[in-house]
C-alpha cells in the first residue's frame, strides 16, 4: 500500500468535469511527478488531496487511513503538508520569524514555548535561504518565496509533501540545487508529490510520473517510459512522433515537429527532453 492513493476520484463543477475517474499513487520515499497540459486537473486533484475540494465521487487514502472528508488541518496532523501556487507567508514578517511561526503552528503552541533558534536557523540553510533570514517576506524574490514556503511546510515534519509548482521563479541553479534537496528529503523517507512545469526538472528528479489530461490519467511510468509514450506525447504536442513519422513516410510531407515554436513552452520542452 503506497502513503498516498487517490482511487477513481471526480470532481465536477456544475457542468465542467475536472477530474474524471483519476487514480494514482505515491510512495514515501519517491518523488512523484503529477503533469499535464493546463487545464488538466491537476491543481483540483491537489485540493482533493489536501482537503479542499470535496470529491463528487472517489476515495482518497492517507498513510493507511481513507481521509476524504477529513479537514484540512486534520491530514496536516496526520503528516500532509503542502505548498501553494500562491504564496500564504506573512509579508509584514521576516523570513525567519515566518519559519518560526510556522514551528508555532504545527506544535500547536503560540507564544509559550519558542522553537530553538538553531531548529528555525537549520532549516533556513536546509532550504538554501539562510542569507534572506532578516528580509522581510514580502521583499523577497519570488522564487526565494517559494523556498521560504517549503521552509514553513518542512517546519511541520510532513510524511508527504504536495508541491505546487515549486520550481517557478528559481534560476537554473537555483532549480538544481532545488532537486537536490527534493532528493535529500526522499532520502529521508518523505514521500513527495508535485506539480510541476519545469520538464527538465521533473524528468530528472521523479521516479514515477502520473500525467492527467482532460482529468484523466492518461500514462503512469518511469521518466524514460513518459518521455516516449506516445498518448503524452498527443496530449501535450497535438500529436506522437511515431504517428509524425508515419505521415511524414506516406507524404514526404515537413516534419510536424518544425512547428514545434508554435507550442506552448511546456510542450517544446517535453519535445526537447533528451532520449
Ligand atoms: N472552481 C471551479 N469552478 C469551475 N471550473 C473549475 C474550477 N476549478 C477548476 N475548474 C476547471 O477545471 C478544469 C481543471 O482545472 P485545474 O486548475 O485543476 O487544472 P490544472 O491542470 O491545474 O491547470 P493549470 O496547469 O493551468 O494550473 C479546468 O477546465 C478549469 O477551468
Do not use: W
Not at 502513503?3 to 483519476?22: H, K, N, S
Not at 479542499?52 to 498513510?63: E, I, M, N, S, Y
Not at 523577497?140 to 518565496?145: K, N, S
Not at 517510459?225 to 513516410?249: C, F, K, N, P, T
Amino acid at each position: 500500500m503506497s502513503l498516498l492513493e487517490i482511487d477513481d476520484v471526480v470532481v465536477q463543477f456544475g457542468g465542467v468535469t475536472a477530474v474524471d475517474g483519476a487514480s494514482f499513487a505515491a510512495g514515501a520515499g519517491r518523488i512523484t511527478g503529477l503533469i499535464g497540459p493546463n487545464g488538466a486537473g491537476k491543481t483540483t486533484c491537489f485540493n482533493v488531496i489536501s482537503g479542499l475540494q470535496r470529491p463528487t465521487k472517489g476515495a482518497v487514502r492517507f498513510d493507511g487511513r481513507t481521509v476524504t472528508s477529513m479537514p484540512v488541518h486534520r491530514r496536516s496532523k496526520r503528516g500532509m503538508g503542502r505548498t501553494f501556487q500562491r504564496l500564504e507567508a506573512f509579508g509584514s514578517l521576516s523570513v525567519r520569524d515566518n519559519v518560526r511561526v510556522a514551528f508555532d503552528i504545527h506544535r500547536g503552541v503560540t507564544g509559550l514555548v519558542r522553537p530553538a533558534a538553531a531548529n528555525v536557523d537549520a532549516l533556513l540553510e536546509r532550504v538554501g535561504i539562510a542569507a534572506y533570514a532578516r528580509e522581510r517576506a514580502d521583499a523577497i524574490p519570488t522564487g526565494t518565496a517559494r523556498l521560504l514556503e517549503l521552509a514553513r511546510c518542512l517546519a511541520g515534519d510532513p510524511k508527504m509533501l504536495l508541491l505546487d509548482e515549486p520550481s517557478s521563479g528559481l534560476d537554473e541553479a537555483e532549480t538544481d540545487a532545488f532537486g537536490e534537496l527534493l532528493a535529500g528529503l526522499a532520502a529521508e523517507g518523505r514521500g513527495i508529490l508535485m506539480v510541476e512545469h519545469d520538464m527538465d526538472l521533473v524528468m530528472t528528479v521523479c521516479d514515477e510520473i502520473h500525467v492527467l489530461d482532460f482529468g484523466r490519467v492518461i500514462a503512469s511510468g518511469a521518466p524514460a517510459d513518459i518521455r516516449s509514450d506516445r498518448r503524452v506525447q498527443e496530449a501535450y504536442l497535438g500529436y506522437s512522433e511515431d504517428a509524425a513519422d508515419d505521415a511524414e513516410a506516406s507524404t514526404g510531407d515537413a516534419d510536424p515537429a518544425d512547428t514545434r515554436h508554435d507550442l506552448p513552452p511546456v510542450a517544446a520542452e517535453l519535445s526537447e527532453v533528451p532520449r
